[in-house]
């Protein structure tokens, strides 16, 4: 059964940082394709960040670009979303997703975890 589990949302100052985590478990980490994506209230979900089941590539909205990273580590089965000069507009829901095993598209998604960016 897969699961995955995100933490490390929380409410964070404008130009601070955050590290979301997720943990996942249920099928073979290393041969999956992994993402962040958000949802901010009203608007659609949309892709933050993606990476390679080797973390080798990734691949950032534009609005991301240069402030987030995306990482894994394999022997931990985790994902990593680390956000640094948060502004407002980062203010979300923060999801995890598998998108594909082996190639194979399987999309299954997290509960999620809120961010909030406010002073």
């Known amino acids: 059964q897969v699961q995955l589990v995100e933490s490390g949302g929380g409410l964070v100052q404008p130009g601070g940082s955050l590290r979301l985590s997720c943990t996942a478990s249920?099928?073979?980490?290393?041969?999956?394709?992994m993402s962040w994506h958000r949802q901010a209230p009203g608007k659609e979900r949309e892709l933050v960040a993606s990476t390679t089941p080797d973390g080798v590539r990734t691949n950032y909205a534009d609005s991301v670009k240069g402030r987030f990273t995306i990482s894994r580590d394999n022997a931990k089965n985790t994902v990593y979303l680390q956000m640094n000069s948060l502004k407002p507009e980062d203010t979300a829901v923060y999801y995890c997703?598998?998108?594909?095993?082996?190639?194979?598209?399987?999309?299954?998604w997290g509960q999620g975890t809120q961010v909030t960016v406010s002073s």
């Open positions: 997703k598998l998108d594909t095993l082996l190639g194979v598209r399987r999309d299954y």
């Open positions: 249920g099928f073979t980490f290393s041969t999956a394709a």
